[in-house]
């Protein structure tokens, strides 16, 4: 009798310490931007040191999070970050941030050419790469390497998207762009891609207008296959007034997560932040 006595305390003392688990979980790390799996809806996880926080089961929970220091990629020292999670000085030299990483007509490596580290850029640059259309809330034209698709889709938040061209290399895909654009916008508006405003495109139809202004180096690379991939994201309520939060400016907030598009949190409060952002930032998370 006594066994099953000690037992069913033993249950009730695990089932406590689950149950408070699950109502408050405190943990910390140095911030890099989500994970993602392509699913219906997406499938958010977010790794911080030793842990990874499942962000779709979260949604409905309270969050605190507050900056306590920052940790560079490169170096791992606590240096203020510069952007894309490095200090200025690891800033300045690692290839990961060379121009041509937002400006890819500026790759060089088909040329054998070196930025900052040649043997790193040929084996990124001298890959195929995806010339593209998606709908963020707006119709825009981008560039991404093949292996990429569909994670830059969603990282940018579309909602659909579909290829124009596959190039051998990065440059090729650059020149496309620069061409591309001067017909279509080639950056987000992450207000709108927020919203609950939805912008109707055709895309196909888009996609094919934009051949003749394919320059003539890429014209061959057009892809006849119209295929558009249509993405959906965890969002139980859309923000009415949007309220961006930087660290750099407000060590700390608190909201209830309503959702996640793209690499924001959204807050039911109008806060939205911006993962992808505070790479680098060290932060403390608390949520109930």
């Not at 920052?70 to 690891?90: L, S, T």
């Not at 680098?280 to 949520?287: C, D, K, M, R, T």
Request: charged residues 25%; contains cysteine.
């Amino acid at each position: 009798m006594k066994r099953r006595f000690d037992f069913i305390v033993l249950y009730f003392i695990i089932k406590l310490y689950i149950y408070n688990l699950i109502l408050i979980m405190k943990t910390s790390g140095q911030l890099t931007k989500m994970l993602t799996e392509f699913a219906y809806p997406i499938e958010y996880y977010l790794p911080l040191n030793d842990d990874v926080l499942m962000v779709n089961q979260l949604i409905g929970k309270e969050f605190h999070i507050k900056h306590i220091s920052y940790q560079c990629f490169h170096c791992k020292k606590n240096k203020v970050i510069f952007a894309m999670g490095y200090c200025y000085d690891c800033f300045n030299i690692v290839p990961q941030t060379n121009p041509s990483i937002l400006k890819p007509e500026l790759s060089t490596a088909h040329l054998g050419i070196e930025e900052k580290d040649l043997d790193w850029e040929k084996e990124t640059q001298l890959k195929p790469h995806i010339v593209y259309l998606a709908n963020t809330g707006g119709i825009k034209v981008g560039v991404t390497r093949k292996s990429q698709i569909p994670t830059r889709w969603i990282d940018q938040g579309a909602i659909e998207a579909i290829k124009i061209a596959e190039t051998e290399n990065r440059y090729l895909a650059g020149i496309s762009e620069i061409e591309l654009a001067k017909v279509i916008a080639d950056k987000t508006n992450y207000r709108k891609m927020l919203s609950n405003t939805i912008a109707n495109f055709n895309l196909v139809e888009w996609k094919h207008k934009m051949f003749e202004f394919l320059p003539d180096e890429t014209k061959h690379c057009f892809l006849e296959d119209d295929e558009v991939i249509h993405l959906h994201y965890p969002i139980q309520n859309f923000p009415t007034k949007i309220t961006s939060i930087s660290l750099k400016k407000q060590s700390e907030f608190s909201g209830k997560l309503a959702g996640i598009k793209g690499q924001y949190l959204i807050f039911e409060n109008g806060l939205v932040f911006n993962i992808r952002n505070h790479e680098g930032y060290v932060v403390n998370f608390e949520i109930k």
